[in-house]
């Protein structure tokens, strides 16, 4: 919470006192400036006094303390000003300005450098890039402004020459998104005098000593200042300002703006030429006037880029139009002095000029679309030459003078004035407070007529030989009886005036006495035409950029400029005009002492500054009146969260009454009066009381209406949602309906096709059906293979199902497995018709002799036997046995291997018809399968197929048969079948008729796929290689070291 000073440092705000009085109001002030207290309020005006040292109170930590805060919760401090009008900008929207007055060497600028430097650190919390530039260019332009329009003079070594007001203007997020300065009356009389200890502007000494060597070589100019009549009398003083250092920072500062390089050249170069033309000297030879150091002149032209015989003709003769006659008049050496002063002073202050516009084009705001942006709200800050009195004080003094007496009238309407007519008109009961108003003096110097700027104007319109006599002639003609106005004729004893020179104004801030020489001139501000057109031809884009008016043919007749006071008096009534309709925040700065010491509390010095700033009457003021005021409705708007009886609305019969209840409900009762239209709060605690109320109860109804924003929202969302899902589920129910449909439609008549609906086409599943597809497919699949093996005959089914056997346990690992063709078994009766009847009667005699039940498959073959001679055999393979038998003796059985003997077989990859049966008792028996019809019929296919398809253990009541790839013949035997031709890829599940489970070898039966076979004979092991020969017409097997080898026709 607050933090605040102890009572040692005096009173912070001067309301405070226990008696207002001057001597009061001095102790106070001295106390608190003596314990280095530069700081204090009087209501909301902050008083600063100079310090002349540095102070540690504008760090960092500082500024975090005055953040967001109210006035009066921390020590007086510039930062709480800058902070204050910166909530009211944000918070209401209100344009502010913060008036920073007091005489020169005051601290005014070094004040106005504090608040920006406030206002940059606590803005753009989001260093958002763009405004982090319009800041570094607002703080930047500070810099060059101060190079060229501030100067060493007697009371300051750094005293403001030109007045400055700056607009900084804000988004609606209360971010600096811009700013533009203006800038008033420059004392211009300096660039080519100054009086004894002061100097001309920085930026002469700058660039004299900060220059590196090739550039002041460029320039034609040397370090030395004292080699300068313009600068020679400042070039010698002793200060603690470091110019070198300066002219690199202004010049980086000028780069960073976004000066050009040309831009910043030619700058150097007017600089330059000015510095040249104060040592230009004028001779006469005869009645002729010429310039005495020629070589100068083309330096100067060189450095302006015009031609060199133009300039010695402008400084020389003047070009004049009588109607349509042009002549050239010739200067005098007195007048060819004037106007090469004229020309210097006008270069700088267009220079000056042209410097702020420059700045302006860069900082103004851009790209501001108040419709996208809202409303663009601005702090002004005013920071303008103090009051000053000279030694001699002439034009500019009375300018400078003139314009504190406007800004001290402001004050007083704004503080004094206007305050105590308010309570008049509100009735609030007051009794009247005395403060002096200026506006007598302010009405001197600028009243229609009478004012001393009338008379001066009226003074240079007179024809003929005007001086600056004549004007004070007037004066005292038209002023005589003016209480503020005297002069020496009108007190001939006053022997401070002199006479046909001075007249004194009693300013609020006190006398001056003003030499009146060089008024006249300076107020018609003439500059020959021939300078302009001169410096319009140049041939630098930047410098001819600067003089517009150079385009003027001499005949055209112009308008006669307005003169430098009523310029200057116009730009003062539209400042203070633009401050009025500006929320005020004043600073009033303090000059301790003359000497610039930190120690130093000069009584009378300062007694005098609180009195002419009026302190006093401004206390007073304060204490009898209210810190803040508003209006019934606006006071409500604010606050009516406060009360259960004003929010949401109130029910009272008028705001007035509302806001009564309101205030007597916090106990506020005491501490305000109620006016007419208005609501006054004496004391600012009170205030920020209301407002701390008020944020807390903001931030409750942020979070209620935040509450029922987002239950608004959720409950948008969730009927979104539950819209979306009901159509969502409709579509998805229309998919899968459509989807169902259309598989009806496809596949309704497949029964009757005669592909049992194979080549239909399957219709895209939506997403959601597609293990559903997965399984209609099987489910069809299934269907479909049933439907075609359920009409096989037993026999057909055990073709069928050696079939698959072949094909699980050959496929891709031989070729020709004949499935194409029909599997007989039996086909030694086919293809040895001559025989079949003997093997028939020997295959019956079998039958009988070991009860088998079925031939399971008979061939001829080529066989090995036991002495390794190949001879020709014929095989019988039935449920129980192989017999080997003799087709040359009546297929006399030979030898029979029993069924449950045999292990496995093993095949070639060939084509060959070799295979190999392999017994328990290592007596492996090798064929050849030969003598087939038709010739080359592979039967190796059939031969493994069947074998393994008896050795199989079927289901009892199931069979699983995976049909893989397989061409099926459907009954082959019957003749008129058509092939029909199956390809698919299931797991069947076949519903088949059981089988007599004794007829089936219960084990398996081991295939081999190899080449070369291994094989046992007689318990020896062997090989038996295929080997492909040219000349062999018939497979036939020879002896090899191995063991065997079977030659098949190799073509
Ligand atoms: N707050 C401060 N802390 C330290 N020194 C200060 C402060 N204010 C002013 N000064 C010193 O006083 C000098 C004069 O201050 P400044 O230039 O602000 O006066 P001014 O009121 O602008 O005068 P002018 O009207 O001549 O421009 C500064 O150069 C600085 O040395
Ligand atoms: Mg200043």
């Known amino acids: 919470m607050a933090e605040h000073e102890s009572l040692e440092f005096g009173k912070a705000d001067f309301v405070l006192l226990d008696n207002v009085s001057m001597d009061e109001f001095m102790t106070n002030l001295k106390l608190r400036f003596e314990k280095g207290k530069i700081y204090s309020y009087i209501g909301e005006v902050v008083v600063s006094v100079n310090p002349y040292r540095a102070m540690n109170i504008y760090g960092r930590d500082t500024i975090e303390q005055y953040k967001g805060r109210e006035l009066y919760e921390r020590p007086p401090h510039l930062f709480a000003i800058a902070d204050a009008a910166y909530k009211a900008m944000k918070r209401r929207n209100k344009d502010t300005c913060i008036v920073i007055s007091g005489e020169s060497g005051a601290g005014k600028t070094e004040a106005s450098?504090?608040?920006?430097?406030?206002?940059?650190?606590?803005?753009?919390?989001?260093?958002?890039?763009?405004?982090?530039?319009?800041?570094?260019?607002?703080?930047?332009?500070?810099?060059?402004?101060?190079a060229f329009g501030n100067a060493k003079t007697n009371r300051n070594d750094n005293s403001s020459r030109f007045g400055k007001y700056m607009d900084i203007n804000f988004d609606f997020k209360g971010d600096p998104i811009g700013g533009h300065i203006n800038n008033y009356l420059l004392e211009k009389s300096r660039v080519i005098f100054q009086q004894p200890g002061e100097r001309s502007f920085h930026s002469f000494y700058q660039l004299l000593r900060g220059a590196p060597d090739p550039l002041l070589r460029s320039l034609h100019i040397q370090k030395d200042p004292t080699a300068y009549n313009y600068i020679k009398v400042g070039g010698q003083i002793k200060s603690s300002i470091n110019d070198g250092a300066d002219f690199r920072a202004v010049a980086d500062a000028m780069k960073v703006t976004g000066f050009t390089g040309d831009e910043i050249q030619t700058v150097y170069k007017i600089l330059a030429t000015i510095l040249h033309l104060g040592n230009l000297t004028f001779?006469?030879?005869?009645?002729?006037?010429?310039?005495?150091?020629?070589?100068?002149?083309?330096?100067?032209?060189?450095?302006?880029?015009?031609?060199?015989?133009?300039?010695?003709?402008?400084?020389?003769?003047?070009?004049?139009?009588?109607?349509?006659?042009?002549?050239?008049?010739?200067?005098?050496?007195?007048e060819a002095s004037y106007g090469r002063d004229a020309l210097a002073k006008a270069m700088y202050e267009r220079l000056f000029c042209w410097i702020v516009g420059r700045i302006n084009d860069i900082i103004e705001v851009k790209n501001y679309d108040a419709r996208v942006h809202g409303k663009n709200t601005v702090i002004g800050v005013l920071d303008i030459y103090g009051f000053e009195i000279f030694q001699n004080n002439s034009f500019e003094q009375f300018c400078i003078n003139y314009c504190?007496?406007?800004?001290?009238?402001?004050?007083?309407?704004?503080?004094?004035?206007?305050?105590?007519?308010?309570?008049?008109?509100?009735?609030?009961?007051?009794?009247?407070?005395?403060?002096?108003?200026?506006q007598i003096i302010v009405d001197l110097v600028e009243q229609q007529h009478k004012g001393i700027f009338s008379v001066l104007d009226e003074a240079c319109m007179n024809v003929g030989k005007v001086t600056d006599e004549v004007f004070l002639q007037g004066l005292n003609g038209k002023l005589a009886k003016h209480a503020h106005y005297t002069s020496r004729k009108l007190s001939p004893t006053d022997k401070s005036l002199e006479f046909e020179r001075d007249f004194r104004i009693r300013h609020y801030a006190g006398d001056v006495v003003y030499s009146v020489v060089g008024f006249i001139d300076k107020n018609k501000d003439t500059l020959f035409q021939d300078f302009k057109r001169l410096l319009y031809n140049s041939s630098n884009p930047v410098l001819k950029g600067m003089w517009p008016e150079g385009k003027l043919s001499i005949t055209e007749v112009t308008k006669r400029p307005l003169t430098a006071a009523t310029l200057f008096k116009n730009s003062m009534i539209s400042l203070v005009d633009n401050l009025a309709c500006k929320e005020p925040y004043y600073v009033r700065c303090i000059k301790p002492n003359d000497v610039k010491s930190p120690l130093l509390f000069e009584q009378e010095r300062c007694r005098h500054q609180v009195e002419y700033l009026g302190l006093l009457e401004n206390v007073r003021v304060r204490r009898a009146g209210f810190a803040c005021r508003q209006t019934y409705p606006r006071f409500l708007q604010r606050y009516k969260m406060i009360s259960e009886f004003t929010w949401p609305n109130h029910d009272l019969p008028s705001d007035k009454d509302a806001v009564k209840r309101l205030l007597q409900g916090c106990g506020f009762d005491h501490d305000v009066a109620y006016g007419k239209t208005k609501v006054f709060i004496r004391t600012p605690r009170t205030l920020f009381s209301l407002e701390e109320q008020r944020a807390e109860m903001v931030q409750r109804i942020v979070l209620f209406l935040q509450k029922v924003w987002r239950g608004t929202i959720a409950r948008m969302r969730y009927r979104r949602m539950r819209a979306a899902l009901v159509i969502l589920q409709a579509y998805r129910r229309y998919k899968v309906k459509s989807y169902i449909r259309e598989v009806n439609r496809r596949f309704k008549n497949v029964r009757t096709m005669k592909d049992y609906g194979r080549h239909v086409k399957w219709p895209t599943p939506p997403?959601?059906?597609?293990?559903?597809?997965?399984?209609?497919?099987?489910?069809?699949?299934?269907?479909?293979?049933?439907?075609?093996?359920?009409?096989?005959?037993?026999?057909?089914?055990?073709?069928?199902?050696?079939?698959?056997?072949?094909?699980?346990?050959?496929?891709?690992?031989?070729?020709?497995?004949?499935?194409?063709?029909?599997w007989e078994g039996n086909y030694l009766k086919r293809d040895s018709p001559d025989t079949a009847s003997s093997f028939t009667l020997v295959s019956s005699e079998l039958q009988r002799k070991d009860k088998f039940m079925r031939v399971l498959f008979s061939c001829n073959v080529r066989k090995i036997n036991r002495f390794h001679k190949a001879e020709d055999r014929a095989v019988l393979i039935t449920d129980r046995h192989l017999y080997k038998m003799?087709?040359?003796?009546?297929?006399?059985?030979?030898?029979?291997?029993?069924?449950?003997?045999?292990?496995?077989?093993?095949?070639?990859?060939?084509?060959?018809?070799?295979?190999?049966?392999?017994?328990?008792d290592s007596r492996d028996l090798v064929v050849c399968l030969q003598g087939m019809v038709p010739a080359n019929e592979s039967r190796i296919g059939e031969l493994v197929g069947t074998l393994l398809s008896h050795f199989k253990r079927p289901c009892k009541y199931t069979l699983e048969i995976i049909f893989k790839s397989v061409k099926m013949h459907k009954a082959c035997s019957s003749t008129d079948a058509q092939p029909l031709i199956a390809v698919f890829d299931v797991s069947l599940t076949w519903a088949a008729p059981p089988l007599n489970s004794t007829s089936l070898e219960k084990r398996k039966l081991q295939v081999n796929i190899v080449s070369p076979i291994q094989c046992s004979m007689n318990g020896r092991k062997c090989t038996v290689i295929v080997e492909p020969k040219i000349n062999q017409s018939q497979p036939d097997f020879t002896k090899s070291r191995s063991g065997y080898i079977l030659a098949v026709p190799g073509n």
């Open 113 to 146: 450098k504090y608040i920006m430097q406030y206002i940059a650190a606590i803005t753009n919390p989001n260093q958002r890039a763009e405004v982090e530039r319009v800041k570094n260019m607002l703080l930047k332009s500070n810099c060059v402004l101060e």
């Open 283 to 334: 001779g006469v030879d005869g009645d002729v006037t010429l310039i005495e150091n020629t070589k100068l002149v083309s330096v100067i032209r060189e450095l302006l880029s015009t031609k060199e015989e133009n300039v010695e003709k402008a400084l020389l003769y003047r070009t004049v139009a009588t109607g349509r006659d042009v002549i050239e008049k010739q200067h005098t050496t007195q």
């Open 404 to 438: 504190n007496e406007k800004l001290q009238q402001l004050f007083i309407q704004l503080v004094l004035k206007q305050e105590q007519e308010e309570y008049q008109r509100e009735g609030i009961p007051w009794k009247h407070i005395d403060y002096f108003n200026n």
């Open 767 to 822: 997403k959601v059906l597609r293990k559903f597809e997965e399984a209609l497919r099987n489910i069809y699949n299934r269907w479909w293979a049933w439907t075609l093996i359920k009409g096989l005959s037993p026999e057909e089914t055990l073709q069928v199902r050696a079939k698959v056997a072949t094909l699980e346990a050959l496929k891709g690992q031989r070729a020709d497995l004949g499935l194409q063709r029909a």
């Open 886 to 920: 003799d087709p040359l003796k009546q297929y006399k059985p030979m030898k029979s291997i029993p069924l449950y003997n045999v292990t496995g077989m093993s095949v070639s990859p060939g084509k060959d018809q070799l295979v190999v049966f392999h017994t328990k």
